[in-house]
Nanobody, 112 residues
Framework: VQLQASGGGLVQAGGSLRLSCTVS??????MNWYRQVPGKQRELVAT???????QYADSVKGRFTIARDNAKNAIHLQMNSLKPEDTAVYYC?????????WGQGTLVTVSS
């Protein structure tokens, strides 16, 4: 299984970005977006699970939206009202049982 993340870039504070992640072998019921800043632990940002139930870290609630596109074997993360503290490498994750699959990460940089 391969996950390919894309959509990162440089944006000014208050701006928006849309991250995408395609999955090579179909969708998993639990898909996540994580982010990591150098020197810090990887942080769970958003989850979409069975029935398209969604959960978000408190720091992004109301600003980020996770969604899946089953026809394209993809998930997306719409990020609005971006803040400098959202700067990180963002990783998509597919979770099944005791197994996790990870994408390569895409860098998001938010300038103040």
């Amino acid at each position: 299984v391969q996950l390919q993340a894309s959509g990162g870039g440089l944006v000014q504070a208050g701006g928006s970005l849309r991250l995408s992640c395609t999955v090579s072998r179909g969708m998993f019921s639990i898909m996540n977006w994580y982010r990591q800043v150098p020197g810090k632990q990887r942080e769970l940002v958003a989850t979409i699970s069975g029935g398209d139930s969604t959960q978000y870290a408190d720091s992004v609630k109301g600003r980020f939206t996770i969604a899946r596109d089953n026809a394209k074997n993809a998930i997306h993360l719409q990020m609005n009202s971006l803040k400098p503290e959202d700067t990180a490498v963002y990783y998509c994750n597919a979770h099944s049982g005791n197994v996790d699959f990870w994408g390569q990460g895409t860098l998001v940089t938010v300038s103040s």
